[in-house]
C-alpha cells in the first residue's frame, strides 16, 4: 500500500531561522493537501497542491509539489513563535478518494 | 472555527463496551471522513461517507463501522473495544467538488481501560 513518509521527524529552531519539511511517496499522487496542528488542537488545512512542479506561496510559507507528483515540501521563512505545531502532509493516490497523512513534522520554535 | 462540531469531548469505556461518536458537518458539506489519531502519530483514515453511502475504507477491522444521515451528519461505532483503540477520533468535513479542503472538528478522545 502506499507510503507517505516526512523528515524530519522533528525540528527546533531558533526564532528567525527557516525551516522545511518534506513528505514523500512510495506512489504517484493526484494531489496533496497540508494541514497544521498545535499542540492539543486539530488539523487545520493550510494548501492543497495539484499540478506538477506547482509552487505555491502563503506569506512566510513556500509549497512545491514534485515535478514526478511523488514528494512536496513546505518551507517557511523567518520562523515565529505561533508557528509551533505539527505539519503534516495529506496526499491522495490517483484513483482513490482517500487521503494518507504523513508521519508530520514537529515544529518547536525557540524565542 | 470550522463549523464541524463533534461529540462527545471525551469518553472512558472499558474493554468489549461498545460506542458510538457523532459529528455534524460544515453547513453545505455532503462528504464526512473519520480518522483515528493516536498519540504523537497522524491521523489515519476510518472511512468517508459521501450523501450516506461509505465511499472507501482504511485498514480498520469490521467492528468500526459508520452511518451518514440525510442532513449530512455522520456516527462512528466501534464494537468490542481494546485497549489500542484509545486515541483521538476526528471527523472532517469537505464538498469533493471544488478545493476538496477538509475541516475538521475538535475530535473526541476516547480511553479504554
Known amino acids: 500500500g502506499q507510503q507517505v513518509m516526512q523528515i524530519p521527524q522533528y525540528q527546533h529552531v531558533q526564532e528567525g531561522e527557516d525551516f522545511t519539511t518534506y513528505c514523500n511517496s512510495s506512489?504517484?499522487?493526484?494531489?496533496i493537501q497540508w494541514y497544521k496542528q498545535r499542540p492539543g488542537g486539530h488539523p487545520v488545512f493550510l494548501i492543497q497542491?495539484?499540478?506538477?512542479?506547482e509552487v505555491k506561496k502563503q506569506k512566510r510559507l513556500t509549497f512545491q509539489f514534485g515535478e514526478a507528483k511523488k514528494n512536496s515540501s513546505l518551507h517557511i521563512t523567518a520562523t515565529q513563535t505561533t508557528d509551533v505545531g505539527t505539519y503534516f502532509c495529506?496526499?491522495?493516490?490517483?484513483?482513490?478518494?482517500?487521503?494518507?497523512f504523513g508521519t508530520g513534522t514537529r515544529l518547536k520554535v525557540l524565542a | 472555527e470550522t463549523g464541524v462540531t463533534q461529540s462527545p469531548t471525551h469518553l472512558i469505556k472499558t474493554r468489549g463496551q461498545q460506542v458510538t461518536l457523532r459529528c455534524s458537518s460544515q453547513?453545505?458539506?455532503?462528504?464526512v471522513s473519520w480518522y483515528q489519531q493516536a498519540l504523537g502519530q497522524g491521523p489515519q483514515f476510518i472511512f468517508q461517507?459521501?450523501?450516506?453511502?461509505?465511499?472507501g475504507r482504511g485498514n480498520f477491522p469490521p467492528r468500526f463501522s459508520g452511518l451518514q444521515f440525510p442532513n449530512y451528519s455522520s456516527e462512528l461505532n466501534v464494537n468490542a473495544l481494546e485497549l489500542d483503540d484509545s486515541a483521538l477520533y476526528l471527523c472532517?468535513?469537505?464538498?469533493?467538488?471544488?478545493?476538496?479542503?477538509?475541516?475538521f472538528g475538535p475530535g473526541t478522545r476516547l480511553t479504554v481501560l
Open positions: 461517507y459521501y450523501r450516506e453511502e461509505e465511499n
Open positions: 453547513s453545505g458539506h455532503n462528504t
Open positions: 506512489t504517484t499522487l493526484s494531489n
Open positions: 495529506a496526499p491522495r493516490t490517483s484513483g482513490t478518494y482517500k487521503y494518507i
Open positions: 497542491l495539484v499540478k506538477s512542479g
Open positions: 472532517a468535513s469537505s464538498q469533493p467538488w471544488g478545493s476538496d479542503e477538509q475541516f
